[in-house]
């Protein structure tokens, strides 16, 4: 089937990934599991001129896009990636243990997200969003007779090396997300 509108439906897949200063994936994408919400908005800001009680002209900069991800379960790497800290393991099985370790003193780091729909007329629809960064709350929930929830919000600010804010890439045949760098 060609391609023409997509219509896609439901959330099958998010995957984060380090990037280096210029934005640029550094490493094997890092599954965020049981995702619920990945959301994006562009937004701009502008600036008038306003001069004899009329706007004069109007001048748009620095697009960003605000993104939202909401997932279920813990994926410890996926919230390092998120948060700056540091992810160790030790033991072998059946005493594994497995930790995350943040300092008041490790910065957030940008990251790429990327995400997948399968399309109810084929294939399927991509969302990348490049160089984000955490700058809301980092939410989790443990509670009585649910699931643990993770919730973080943020800001896209585009690839330093080409300016490259997002991409939206739909797939007549459903792909799943490269994983590597």
Request: glycine residues 12%; contains cysteine.
């Amino acid at each position: 089937m060609p391609l023409g509108n997509t219509l896609p439906f439901g959330l099958r897949d998010v995957k984060l990934f380090a990037v280096d200063a210029t934005g640029t994936r550094t490493g094997a994408g890092v599954d965020l599991p049981v995702s619920r919400t990945f959301s994006f908005k562009e937004t701009t800001s502008s600036e008038q001129l306003v001069g004899d009680d009329i706007i004069q002209g109007s001048h748009e900069y620095n697009s960003i896009v605000e993104w939202e991800l909401e997932a279920g379960g813990y994926s410890l790497e996926a919230y390092a990636i998120f948060s700056g800290g540091i992810v160790t393991s030790t033991g072998t099985t059946p005493a594994q243990v497995k930790k995350l370790s943040k300092k008041n003193t490790d910065a957030r780091p940008y990251f790429e997200v990327e995400g997948q729909a399968i399309s109810d007329s084929g294939g399927d629809m991509h969302a990348i969003v490049y160089r984000c960064k955490c700058d809301g709350d980092l939410d989790g929930k443990f509670e009585n007779g649910n699931f643990a929830m993770t919730k973080c919000s943020g800001k896209g600010y585009g690839r330093l090396s080409d300016g490259l804010l997002y991409d939206f890439i739909q797939n007549e045949t459903t792909t799943p997300i490269v994983v590597g760098p």
